[in-house]
């Protein structure tokens, strides 16, 4: 079972950065889980970003990030993408995607069973 996050980077203030989460288990595939994105900033605990059902029929996001944020998932190919515009340098910190345990996407960790290792986002004022 693995979560494979990218995308993440140093980025102006201001800028887009897309990042990407490949889920790949030996054959089961996760269209049938719901996913997220999390960030933890240093010194900070890890928060809720956004998150999506199983068919996409749901999304949901942290008021800081609404309207900026879009999550979405090709659930052909295994793929959870979080577009992100209009940083933040209080955007900085690592994402992590993460599979939910069941078809909806909580926003708590414990909704959650698989991570992936996490992206760096700078956003530098």
């Known amino acids: 079972v693995q979560l494979q996050a990218s995308g993440g980077g140093l980025v102006q203030a201001g800028g887009s950065l897309r990042l990407s989460c490949a889920a790949s288990?030996?054959?089961?595939?996760?269209?049938?889980?719901?996913m997220g994105w999390f960030r933890q900033a240093p010194d900070k605990e890890r928060e809720f970003v956004a998150g999506?059902?199983?068919?996409?029929?749901?999304?949901y996001y942290v008021d800081s990030v609404k309207g900026r944020f879009t999550i979405s998932r090709d659930n052909a190919k295994n793929t959870v993408t979080l577009q992100m515009n209009s940083l933040k340098p209080e955007d900085t910190a690592t994402y992590y995607c993460?599979?939910?345990?069941?078809?909806?996407?909580?926003?708590?960790?414990?909704?959650?069973?698989?991570w992936g290792q996490g992206t760096l986002v700078t956003v530098s004022s």
């Open positions: 999506i059902n199983w068919r996409g029929g749901g999304t």
């Open positions: 993460a599979a939910a345990r069941s078809a909806v996407a909580g926003s708590g960790a414990s909704d959650y069973s698989y």
């Open positions: 288990a030996r054959g089961r595939i996760f269209s049938n889980n719901g």
